[in-house]
T-cell receptor
Framework: QKEVEQDPGPLSVPEGAIVSLNCTYS??????FMWYRQYSRKGPELLMY????GNKEDGRFTAQVDKSSKYISLFIRDSQPSDSATYLC????????????FGQGTILTVHP | DAMVIQNPRYQVTQFGKPVTLSCSQT?????MYWYQQKSSQAPKLLFH???????NEADTPDNFQSRRPNTSFCFLDIRSPGLGDAAMYLC??????????????FGPGTRLTVL
């Protein structure tokens, strides 16, 4: 069993839709959680960082963490074609050097 | 702008011919990481430097080595590349947990092709 499970999709939505991306994890040592956006042939770009259960909002993006269920989500409101990318969840905890464990990534396409 | 820079962006090498990938950062971060990412897969951590301290992940092949001559630069050396080493190589930096920071910031990556 992988430590982090993420549905690879692909996910295709119309412009303006609300997108929900999810990851589950099995390692109770994970204490902080991130979402990265990766455009094709580019490096991952940090979108959201959180370390507590609950919601964190930044513009059109909301990150949600439920540590009791070991489940995290990223919501994108009013999705735009420019949001088309691969979204990677990442999490860490329990190491002295900040090791992150990544999900496989979900491919998202927002069509006009 | 503070950033993580990787050179070259694209590298083609021959089977068994050593290759070196470069990463530099202007963020003055303490930790530098190297990841390997194959198509449609999660980035896989190869090793990291926490200041001058080097640490391998347990499953990183001996074929992969790294050097960090100073705070700003880190190199990934692949001694004898095989076809299975073709991938995107990502460099990332972080201030580090000892400074209360876990966020990692990535460079654009180097795409390695092995012929």
């Amino acid at each position: 069993q992988k430590e982090v499970e993420q549905d690879p999709g692909p996910l295709s939505v119309p412009e303006g839709a609300i997108v929900s991306l999810n990851c589950t994890y099995s390692n109770s040592a994970f204490q902080y959680f991130m979402w990265y956006r990766q455009y094709s042939r580019k490096g991952p770009e940090l979108l959201m960082y959180t370390y507590s259960s609950g919601n964190k909002e930044d513009g059109r993006f909301t990150a949600q963490v439920d540590k009791s269920s070991k489940y995290i989500s990223l919501f994108i409101r009013d999705s735009q074609p420019s949001d088309s990318a691969t979204y990677l969840c990442a999490m860490g905890g329990g190491t002295s050097y900040g090791k992150l464990t990544f999900g496989q990534g979900t491919i998202l396409t927002v069509h006009p | 702008d503070a950033m993580v820079i990787q050179n070259p962006r694209y590298q083609v090498t021959q089977f068994g011919k050593p290759v070196t990938l470069s990463c530099s950062q202007t963020l003055n971060h303490n930790v530098m990481y190297w990841y390997q990412q194959k198509s449609s897969q999660a980035p896989k951590l190869l090793f990291h430097y926490y200041d001058k301290d080097f640490n391998n992940e347990a499953d990183t092949p001996d074929n992969f080595q790294s050097r960090r001559p100073n705070t700003s630069f880190c190199f990934l050396d692949i001694r004898s590349p095989g076809l299975g080493d073709a991938a995107m190589y990502l460099c990332a930096t972080s201030r580090g947990p000892s400074r209360g920071s876990h966020e990692q910031f990535f460079g654009p990556g180097t795409r390695l092709t092995v012929l």
